[in-house]
Each structure stands twice: as structure tokens, then as C-alpha cells.
């Protein structure tokens, strides 16, 4: 039942790179890489939800990975606006004479 | 059985909506906010897939912090549309997109029937560890080494936020300051909700050893409550030079390294916890970490030193 | 402690430098890093000892939690090879680094002198988890560190063009960690484990079209990450516009940690199985790397960015190893070209750093006269550029020789022609960059401390002691390889 959330977890990944693709502005991007990112860790969701065993309703390290890689994704997504809010900056300067 | 399946079902349909919203809108500000809500939507997944500590961290984390974060960079940009370019580009663009997207689900079609999995392993080595909570076994434990580095990749991207600052306003506050625009109710907002929510994030660390929770979602929690207050104008983000800031964010690793090594002396091996004492040394790590990761995700969103000193 | 306790100390060792920098503040951040970089030097050097004592891949298991649950740590050849070269070259840069990223005593902690130290730190903590993870997710987040190192490295002096080249590295790292990651999880889904020795033992019996999708998925996110041509975009830009010592941290180090993963995965985890297709794909890649980057670098006008399109051109010759897999030199040609070049371009972008300071500017019309004014740094520069041609007896010339023998074993006598183009290409943009140096001309007096000079020069004899040392260094990487890839026929 779970791989409903499979296919949509291929789908987002589709959408993330789709969006990555066409996107001018890195403010569009980097969220992009977000729904990308999302996609990726609700794949590994499903994987732990298939991996129920030993009376554990999930298999708990797909989950710890899921864990561990969106502090991973928010650091960069950080990043990312930091850089973009710093050249903003720097264009309303550039604009005032 | 079917009543679940079609709740699935929507919350998938729900999901690819709000998330295609906020990747091909051209309002900035629209996409930003999609998203945040695509976060919130997303953690319902999780709890579908019996993962509650993804789901907390997920809702702090992305629906939450991550929104705040996309939010402050799209204000400036609140009146520009995005320039999309050619429907021929566009085209390739979705069609690439198309193919990953049907070869991903073949492959998921493909996974093993009996899938494979090492939740065996985790739960006959739980009660070494002391934990209730498997998924805080696999991170304080198990793959401890990975939570260490990936600690110091928080603290690195806080370096590299700084960094990005201007020379002549190093040491100074961040320039995130809201206080001249405050009302009423966000005043009285952060004033009842802050101690409530730092009370929930310190419990959601503390059940976190056996029930869902622990040291992420918790110090996101907090986080959110430190960018609130700044919000209201109730508090002033830190000088990044001070010496307890500092100190604070790199607590959580420091312990990690001191408990990592006494696992030579104590246990015979770097990260390794002694018999029975398990759970009370890796709850000293969580305090520590906790305490940094609320403190380093409030300073990635409030970014750079913007004042002078 | 025993000698694989040394694995946890070479990782924790730069995490507690960064530590001390952060809270020291930038005030001792050189005496520190310093310290922590002779250090992480003579555990590397250690490691290099314990596993050539005892002929075999010495392994550790963090927390005492063996894989598949725990993660291991894992120094075999390859391992100690990268890590002394990365350990080299990040104190090389340390010692080179110059004021404006130090503080006098007493003196306030400046934005660049807490920024520097820390990534330089960082930067050689993530070479260093790259080279000893054998689980994937583990290389997953020594991989983002990398990331977070390099980044700021390129905008360190933040002008609008530094930052401009920061962010799209960032992006392009982004997607590449992200495929990366996806391919993981398949990885995960299909054999329950990431720990590269486990796999390399089940995909053996069940390869498929999962395990190839996973390869694939991974393999173009490292490429990405590693500036394989065409996807080498952000490159020129990034390393081009840096500081000279984060140019060179990028440059012989940071673009090695995605290769590195990319030689794990193809020659240790799925070894002989990889199609010949493939294989011969991402050799294009690199040929395509070779021919393009080195046109390129021919066109420049600027000594540092000469110098980041050879890093193009360079990268391109570490990817001939894949479709020669499994032929006596492919993978020795790719690592000793992985630590030759290393060597040469932290070399060449030091040296080039120091001729800038003098002349005032990168131009090549510049550099006249600067075999006087610089004499030390000129022979260096010419030492390096001799191994990045491939001129014998250096270690450039072994690593593309050992290649050129795979080639002509496995019989694939294109890679040949485009090794020679290559050398070609590369005598062509070299000679450009050297010529003038040699040539008579004035230099204002600039007052370059002798210490960083002989920085300069101490790196491009490495790359010719590399040379020299080519056989020792040949056994060293053998050992620990699995069996599998000297099977195949």
C-alpha cells in the first residue's frame, strides 16, 4: 500500500529536476532542490515502511537517514539564501546612486 | 482497508498539487508559500508511513524554519516575476523530467517483494542502547558517527553563512530586527506562545529516547519560538562575536567528541557507550545538541552580521 | 588505541580544530589550524604505516556497531594515497596562507580570518571521511561537508563575481549530492544495506536494472560535482575567482573528494560488471574534458583562469580510467593522476598567487620578468607545469604512461590519440603561461616572504618526487583492492 507514496515520491524527484531545469531565479531553484529533496527522503520512507520486521512497524534506519539528511538540506537551503539575499543587497546598492 | 487506500491516495494527489503550484507558479511569493504548505502536507505523509519522528522533524523543519528562511529571501523579491524560459526549453525540461519520473517508478515497482531491511538488527540491539525509540537508537548509536558529522555540517553552514557578511560589520547583530513594525497580537503571540513552545521543544528532546521526538525536532521547535520572539521585537538576535554564542553552538559537538573518545577509556571503542549507561550518555549528548542545533538553525535564518558592532 | 583507532582520530582531529577556531575565535585561528593540520599529517602518515606493515586494509568499526547496522571506516591503498596527498596539500596551503587571513596578536578577529581557517579545517575533514567511509550515506554527508567547505571558499573576498560563481557551484552541487542520494536510497531498497564491502558481495549475485539505475543516478550527480565536462560550467568561475589558497584547496583537492566516490563505486563496488558502454561514455566525457578544456585554457587571457580550465582539461584524464576498468594501469594511472595533479595545481595556484601579488594583477602580459623577481616560485611554476604536460620523470608522465599502457593493453587505441592530444593541448597552454615568466621584464619590488615561496616550490617537487617514487607508490595502491577487478580478464 505504501507504494502509492513511491510513485509519488518519482514524481516529486520529477518535478524538483523539472524545476531546477527551468528556473532562472536561484531563489526557484534551491526550492526546487527542496521539492527534489523531498522526494528522495519519502522514497526512503516507503523503503522503511517496506522494511516492517521484527515487530517494528518500520525499518528504523531508512527513517534515521530521512532524519539526518533533511538538517543536511536545510544547511544548504540556508546557504543558498544567504547567497541570494547577499546579492539582492548588493543589487539595491548598486541601484541607489 | 479501502478507506486508508483512498486517504493515501488523495493525500499523494494533494501533495503533487501544491508541490507542482509551487514549482511552476511565477509569483516568487505564492511558490514560497505552496511550499511551506506542501512541508505541512508532507508530514502527514510521514505519520502515514509510521514515521512520527520524520513527521515532527519534517513540520518544524520544513514546513516550519525552511518556510520562514524561503519566505525572507522572497520578500525583496515580492513584486518580480520569474522569467520562464522558451516553451521549447520547457518542453525538454518536462519530457527529462517525464522519463526519470517513469523510470523511478519502474524501479519502485522493482523493489524485492521481501524487502529487505535491518530492523531486526535495530531492535535486537535496542535494549543495549537502553532507547525505546528505534529510529533514536539508529542515530545516537548505531550511526552515531553520521549524526556527529552531519552536526558539523550545521555548524559549517553557519560558518559559511557568516562568511557571507561585510567585513565592516563583523561581530555585529544580524539585521533582523522587526521591532519598529510590531502589533498587538504578534507581541502577545510571542509573549504566551514562546515559553509554551520551548516547553513542548525541551519535552519533545526529553521523550524523544522512547517515544517520537528527540534532540532535531526539538531544538527546531525552540528555534522556531527564538524566531518568533525576534519577530515580535521581544528579543534581538545575538552579536555573532559573542563568546557564550560561540560556545553554545558548538556544545553539541564538542560533547559528542569528549563522550566519542571516552568511549576508549570506558567502553574500548571511539562512540561506544558502557554497559547499562548507555541511555543516561547518550541523553547528555541530546541536552548539548539540542541546545546547538535550536541556536544554529535560528542564526542560519537570521543569517549574517548585517550591524556594526 | 589501536592502529585502526587512527582512522577515528584523522576524522575527529580537523572537527575539534574547527571547534577551537570557532569558539578561539580568529585570533589563534592559524596557530591552531597549524597544529591541527601537522597533526592530521602524521596520523595520515601513520595510517600510510600500519597498512603498509601489515598488507591489508585496516578497518574500524565506529561505536564498536559492525555493518550493516554500524558504520565502518575502511584505509586501503587508495585511502592512504589521497589522504597523505589531501594532508600535504591542506598544511601546504596552511603554512602558504597569507596575512590577511591571519590576525596579529591582540589584534579583533576579522570575517576572512575565522571563515578561512574553519573551511580550510573542514575542508580537510571531508577529504579525509571521503577517503576512509565505506557506507554511502556516511559519503553522502562527507560529501555535503565538502560542499559547505568549498562554497564560501570561492566567495571569500565577496565581490559580486565571486559570489555570482558561488552560488551556481552551489547549485550545481546541490543536484549532484541530491542524484547522489537517490541513487542511495535504490542502493538501500534493493540489497538492505550500504556498506560498500557488503554490496560488492550482493550485487554480485543480483545485479538488475535497480542496481543499474542506482549507478547511474550516482555517477552523474558525482560527475556534476566533480566539473566532468560538459557539465564543467561552474568551474572556470569559481576556482578562477577565488583567493589563490582556496583556488588550490579547490582545485587539487575538493573536485578529487566526488572523483574518489565515483572510483568506489565503479571499481569497488560493482568491479567487471559495468557495461562497456558505459564505461566508454564517461571516457568520452573526459575526452571531451581533455580536448575542450584544453582549447579553452589556450584562449585565456588571465593566469588564473588558464589555470582553472587546465583543471578542466586535467579532470578528463581521471575519468579514462573507467573504460579501461580492469586493465593493469587504468586504476593506478587514474589515482596517481588523482594525486600528481593535486600537487601540481595547489602548486600552480600558489605560485600563481604570489606572481599576482607582485605584478598587481593575473594578466599573462604581466608576468614579464618574473623568473627574477621570483625565482623560486618561476622554477616551481615550470616543475608544475612540466608534470601537468606529462614530461618524464614526473609523476604527471607515470600517471598518464600507466593509462597509455591500459589503453594499448585493452586495445582501445582512441584513448591513446587522446592522451597525445591532450599532452599536446596541455605543452600549448603551459608554454603560454610559462613563456612570459621567462622572459626579460621589470617587476615592482614586492616583499614576499621567502617561507611562502618555498611552499610553492616544496609542492611541485612532490609532483615530480611522485614520479620518482611511482613503483612504492603503485604497490601501496593495491593493497586492500578486492580480488574481483585483477579477474577480469
Given amino acids: ?97 | 482497508m479501502n478507506a486508508v487506500y483512498g486517504l493515501f491516495a488523495g493525500l499523494s494527489a494533494l501533495l503533487l498539487v501544491v508541490a507542482g503550484f509551487a514549482v511552476v507558479t511565477r509569483r516568487h511569493f505564492a511558490a514560497v508559500v505552496g511550499f511551506t504548505a506542501f512541508g505541512l502536507l508532507l508530514s502527514l505523509a510521514w505519520v502515514a508511513l509510521a514515521a512520527p519522528d520524520v513527521a515532527l522533524t519534517e513540520a518544524a523543519v520544513g514546513g516550519g524554519v525552511t518556510g520562514v528562511l524561503l519566505l525572507s529571501a522572497s520578500v525583496q523579491m515580492r513584486a518580480k516575476m520569474e522569467v520562464l524560459p522558451s516553451w521549447g526549453v520547457r518542453f525538454i525540461a518536462a519530457v527529462l523530467a517525464a522519463i526519470v519520473t517513469a523510470g523511478l517508478m519502474l524501479v519502485v515497482l522493482m523493489l524485492p517483494d521481501e524487502a529487505p531491511t535491518l530492523a531486526p538488527a535495530a531492535k535486537e540491539s535496542l535494549a543495549f542502547t537502553g532507547m525505546g525509540n528505534p529510529a533514536t537508537a539508529v542515530l545516537m548509536a548505531y550511526r552515531a558517527l553520521d549524526t556527529m558529522l552531519e552536526k558539523v555540517v550545521l555548524l559549517l553552514a553557519l560558518v559559511a553563512v557568516w562568511s557571507l557578511g561585510r567585513d565592516h560589520f563583523w561581530g555585529g547583530r544580524p539585521d533582523f530586527d522587526f521591532s519598529t513594525q510590531t502589533s498587538g497580537p504578534l507581541l502577545l503571540l510571542a509573549r504566551v506562545l514562546v515559553p509554551v513552545g520551548v516547553l513542548v521543544g525541551i519535552y519533545l528532546f526529553w521523550v524523544g529516547a522512547d517515544e517520537p521526538g528527540g534532540a532535531f525536532a526539538g531544538g527546531a521547535l525552540i528555534a522556531a519560538m527564538g524566531l518568533l520572539a525576534f519577530f515580535a521585537g521581544v528579543a534581538r538576535p545575538p552579536l555573532v562575536g559573542s563568546g557564550w554564542l560561540r560556545w553554545a553552538v558548538v556544545a553539541g559537538i564538542a560533547v559528542f567528541l569528549i563522550v566519542g573518545f571516552g568511549g576508549f577509556w570506558g567502553a574500548g571503542d571511539f562512540l561506544a557507550y558502557p554497559d547499562g549507561l548507555a541511555k543516561p550518555v547518550i541523553v547528555v549528548i541530546e541536552v548539548a545538541m539540542t541546545l546547538s542545533i535550536a541556536l544554529t538553525l535560528v542564526l542560519l535564518v537570521v543569517g549574517p552580521p548585517g550591524r556594526r558592532p | 588505541m589501536s592502529s585502526a583507532a587512527l582512522l577515528i582520530l584523522v576524522l575527529t582531529l580537523p572537527v575539534a580544530g574547527i571547534l577551537l577556531v570557532v569558539v578561539g575565535g580568529g585570533r589563534q585561528a592559524r596557530g591552531i589550524s597549524l597544529a591541527v593540520l601537522v597533526g592530521n599529517f602524521a596520523v595520515a602518515v601513520g595510517i600510510g604505516g600500519a597498512v603498509c606493515r601489515t598488507g591489508r586494509a585496516v578497518t574500524y568499526s565506529s561505536g564498536g556497531w559492525t555493518a550493516p547496522l554500524g558504520i565502518q571506516l575502511r584505509a586501503d591503498g587508495l585511502s592512504v594515497v589521497m589522504l597523505i596527498t589531501a594532508a600535504v596539500v591542506a598544511l601546504a596551503v596552511g603554512v602558504y596562507a597569507p596575512n590577511e587571513f591571519a590576525v596579529r596578536r591582540g589584534g579583533v578577529e576579522t570575517r576572512r580570518s575565522l571563515a578561512f581557517w574553519s573551511l580550510l579545517l573542514a575542508v580537510s575533514c571531508a577529504m579525509n571521511a571521503i577517503f576512509l567511509g565505506n557506507d554511502f550515506f556516511n559519503l553522502y554527508v562527507a560529501l555535503e561537508l565538502l560542499t559547505f567547505a568549498a562554497v564560501p571558499l570561492v566567495c571569500l573576498t565577496g565581490t559580486r563575481a565571486t559570489l555570482e560563481a558561488a552560488l551556481r557551484y552551489l547549485l550545481f552541487a546541490l543536484t549532484g549530492s541530491a542524484l547522489y542520494l537517490l541513487g542511495v536510497a535504490l542502493l538501500y531498497g534493493n540489497y538492505g544495506t550500504l556498506d560498500i564491502t557488503k554490496l560488492s558481495g550482493l550485487v554480485r549475485y543480483e545485479p538488475g536494472m535497480p542496481l543499474w539505475v542506482a549507478v547511474a543516478l550516482m555517477t552523474s550527480g558525482l560527475a556534476a560535482k566533480t566539473a566532468l565536462f560538459p557539465l564543467h560550467l561552474w568551474l572556470p568561475p569559481a576556482h578562477g575567482g577565488a583567493p589563490p589558497s582556496a583556488s588550490a584547496l579547490l582545485s587539487a583537492l575538493v573536485v578529487k573528494g566526488s572523483f574518489f566516490l565515483t572510483v568506489r563505486l565503479w571499481f569497488d563496488t560493482v568491479p567487471g560488471q559495468a557495461g562497456m558502454r558505459t564505461g566508454q561514455l564517461l571516457g568520452a566525457m573526459g575526452a571531451g574534458a581533455i580536448v575542450v578544456g584544453g582549447v579553452l585554457a589556450l584562449k585565456q587571457e588571465r593566469l588564473k583562469l588558464l589555470i582553472a580550465y587546465s583543471t578542466v582539461a586535467q579532470i578528463g584524464y581521471l575519468f579514462l580510467m573507467f573504460p579501461l576498468a580492469g586493465h593493469v594501469g587504468a586504476l593506478s594511472g587514474g589515482m596517481l593522476q588523482a594525486a600528481a595533479h593535486a600537487f601540481a595545481k595547489a602548486s600552480m595556484f600558489l605560485g600563481a598567487g604570489l606572481m599576482a601579488e607582485v605584478a598587481g594583477s593575473d594578466r599573462l602580459d604581466g608576468l614579464r620578468g618574473m623568473g627574477r623577481a621570483l625565482p623560486l616560485t618561476t622554477c616551481a611554476f615550470v616543475l608544475a607545469a612540466l608534470s601537468l604536460v606529462g614530461v618524464p620523470p614526473t609523476g604527471g608522465f607515470m600517471a598518464k604512461w600507466q593509462l597509455l599502457s591500459a589503453a594499448f593493453s585493452a586495445g582501445q587505441w582512441w584513448w591513446v590519440v587522446v592522451i597525445l592530444c591532450g599532452g599536446l593541448l596541455a605543452g600549448g597552454y603551459m608554454f603560454r603561461a610559462v613563456r612570459p615568466t621567462l622572459v626579460e621584464g621589470i617587476q615592482p619590488a614586492a616583499a614576499i616572504p621567502r617561507l611562502r615561496e618555498w611552499v610553492v616550490l616544496a609542492l611541485a617537487v612532490c609532483a615530480l618526487l611522485l614520479g620518482g617514487f611511482s613503483k612504492k607508490v603503485l604497490e601501496l595502491l593495491d593493497i586492500g583492492r578486492p580480488q574481483i577487478t585483477e579477474m577480469r580478464p
Fill in chain 1, 1 to 97: 500500500m505504501s507504494e502509492i507514496f513511491g510513485f509519488t515520491a518519482a514524481c516529486l524527484v520529477g518535478l524538483g529536476l523539472y524545476g531546477l531545469i527551468v528556473h532562472s531565479s536561484a531563489l526557484r531553484k534551491i526550492l526546487s532542490f527542496n521539492v527534489l529533496g523531498s522526494g528522495i527522503f519519502l522514497l526512503l520512507g516507503v523503503i522503511a515502511r517496506r522494511g516492517a520486521a521484527a515487530g517494528l512497524v518500520a525499518d528504523p534506519v531508512p527513517q534515521a537517514l530521512v532524519i539526518t539528511g533533511i538538517v543536511v538540506a536545510f544547511s544548504a537551503t540556508a546557504l543558498g539564501v544567504a547567497l541570494i539575499r547577499r546579492l539582492d543587497e548588493d543589487d539595491e546598492e548598486e541601484g541607489e546612486p
